[in-house]
């Protein structure tokens, strides 16, 4: 086991022939010359053919390390709502670069679970670039997209959103680009979170500087506290239903979580929740030993009843709690996946 320096401690194994053979080693049997916070290299010596499967690391307790993300929430928007860049379940339009030759990044295109998700590393800035064809956001309303780091997120660490427009003249320079940065840390909406999906669903209007919005054309995220790698899917603008005049009087007079439908349910079920006026809104799955599986959305909702499904294709038979968040209120109910 090598960590920088480069320093390494060898472990030595009596090699059975002929046969699989668990090999189990404390990673005490290398500390204190190799930093355990920091391993970047196991290296393999011997003389033969050999052949390896199940290589991992694990807690004494026996839970696997947690070492990178599940797959990412799945989006909920109407596809006929969304302008998407980059996302399994919308079609997504032309995007130039996710990595400009100005930033100060790396990106890779990895899968999590048959999901493409883009993998940024070394993060100074990245810029992402739609130029040759640029998106009219005149009718839309949210930029939406999830990230999930293994990096420290307390303050004062903080992540940062830039959203660039051409202005009229639809190109770089001229004198009417305009841009507004965003900043999000631990204690924002959403708020920064170490080892979990954060689903950004940010309005538009945030962006205040954003004067015109007819061809938007650059994204930046930016970190330069902590953060130096994230993981980045479903990122997309949407337009967002509002409520009209003629139905201000049929708004839901309480908060109400609905029972899914169907129940038992394979392998997708909807949930309907009701808002008596707009607010911050979560709605959390969990399986049975309390552990967050999804997380249907994170953001403000407009008044009135509104209605996710959840896709449980990747999930195992059981029992599932579903919890609705709303400013102050929780509201809790089961739901049984059967396969």
Known sequence: MISPGPTETQFTI????????????????????VDLTEVIQLKIEGVGTVFFDNLYFFKGDGDPVVTGPTAAPEPVQDPSKVVSLFSNSYDNVTVDTWSAPWDNADVSDIQIEGNDVKHYTGLGFAGIEFTSETIDGTNLTHLYF????????????????????FGANGAFGGGDDV??????????????????WISFDIPIDDFESMITREHMAQLLFISRNNINEFYLDNLHFYESVSVSNEDINELPKELKLEQNYPNPFNPSTSIEFSLPQAANVSLIIYNSLGQRVATLVDSRLSAGLHSLTWDASNAASGMYIYQLISDNSVITKKMVLIK
Do not use: C
């Not at 022939?17 to 189990?24: C, K, N, R």
């Not at 420290?152 to 959203?163: A, M, Q, Y």
């Not at 841009?179 to 979990?196: G, I, V």
């Open 14 to 33: 009596e090699v059975e022939q002929d046969g699989w053979q668990s090999v189990d080693i404390p990673l005490s049997e290398y500390a204190p010359f």
């Open 146 to 165: 999830d990230m999930w780091t293994p990096d420290p997120t307390e303050s004062p660490t903080n992540f940062k959103v830039i959203l660039v427009d």
């Open 179 to 196: 841009e507004h940065e965003l900043t999000f840390t631990d204690s924002t909406t959403p708020e920064l979170k170490t080892r979990e």
